[in-house]
């Protein structure tokens, strides 16, 4: 599969995102234990009512409601650790 390139999000809401290309994956992990893994995460918004939106290389969209616990990600060499 082609990766997606970070311009190539159509968003076509109001929505602003924002670049977190900088990381390799993002992990959710949920009150069950549960874990999600996004790998290569390039755009991200972040609702008012904490659900997260994101954007992948592989052109996929996520949406990860405000009930997780649990966040990690890991960026890629030489790029912040934090960008928000």
């Known amino acids: ?3 997606m390139n970070r311009k190539q999000l159509r968003n076509a809401t109001d929505l602003e995102f924002e670049d977190i290309s900088s990381e390799h994956f ?5 009150p069950g234990g549960e874990v999600v893994r996004i790998n290569s995460p390039l755009k991200l ?3 008012d009512s904490d659900a997260h939106r994101i954007f992948d290389a592989n052109g996929e969209s996520h949406y990860i ?12 060499d030489g790029e912040p650790h934090f960008v928000k």
């Not at 993002?26 to 949920?30: A, C, G, K, S, T």
């Not at 409601?65 to 890629?76: G, V």
Request: hydrophobic share 30%.
């Open 26 to 30: 993002r992990e959710y992990e949920f």
């Open 45 to 47: 918004h972040v609702s």
């Open 65 to 76: 409601p405000p009930e997780w616990i649990h966040l990690r990600w890991k960026t890629k």
């Open 1 to 3: 599969m082609e990766s």
